[in-house]
C-alpha cells in the first residue's frame, strides 16, 4: 500500500520562507516521479513542481525563481521550498506520485497515482 504524508504547512507572513515535505512508503522515490500540487480554494489543482527519478526538475512558470523541490532518497522523502511567500501561495499543497518516468508528464496531473492528503499553508499579514 502506497501513503504519502505531507507536512510542514502552517501560517506564514509575506516574505517568509516555507519547506514542505512529503513522506512516502510503498513506493520508492529513487524510482518515481514525484511531484507537488497546489490548489486554491474554488479553483483547479495545479502543478508546481515535479522531480523524476534521476532528480530532473520541473517548475510551472507562475512560480519559477522561488520554489525549489528536492527529495532524499535516503529518507523517501520529497521536499518543497517556497521563499519570498505571497498571499498568491495560499492553498493547500499536495504531494503525488507515479512509479514510471516520463519528462513530458512531469506537470500533468493525469500522470499521477498516488495523492497525499496535504497540507495547508495561509499566508497573509
Known amino acids: 500500500q502506497v501513503q504519502l504524508v505531507e507536512s510542514g504547512g502552517g501560517s506564514a507572513q509575506p516574505g517568509e520562507s516555507l519547506r514542505l515535505s512529503c513522506s512516502v512508503s510503498?513506493?520508492?522515490?529513487?524510482?518515481?516521479?514525484m511531484a507537488w500540487f497546489r490548489q486554491v480554494l474554488g479553483k483547479e489543482r495545479e502543478a508546481i513542481a515535479a522531480i523524476d527519478a534521476v532528480g530532473n526538475t520541473r517548475y510551472s512558470d507562475s512560480v519559477k525563481g522561488r520554489i525549489t523541490i528536492s527529495k532524499d532518497n535516503s529518507k523517501n522523502e520529497v521536499y518543497l521550498e517556497i521563499i519570498n511567500l505571497t498571499s498568491d501561495d495560499t492553498g493547500k499543497y499536495y504531494c503525488?506520485?507515479?512509479?514510471?518516468?516520463?519528462?513530458?508528464?512531469?506537470?500533468?496531473?493525469?500522470?499521477?497515482?498516488?495523492w497525499g492528503q496535504g497540507t495547508q499553508v495561509t499566508v497573509s499579514s
Open positions: 503525488a506520485a507515479a512509479p514510471t518516468r516520463s519528462w513530458v508528464r512531469l506537470l500533468d496531473i493525469s500522470f499521477y497515482e498516488e
Open positions: 510503498g513506493w520508492a522515490v529513487s524510482a518515481c516521479s
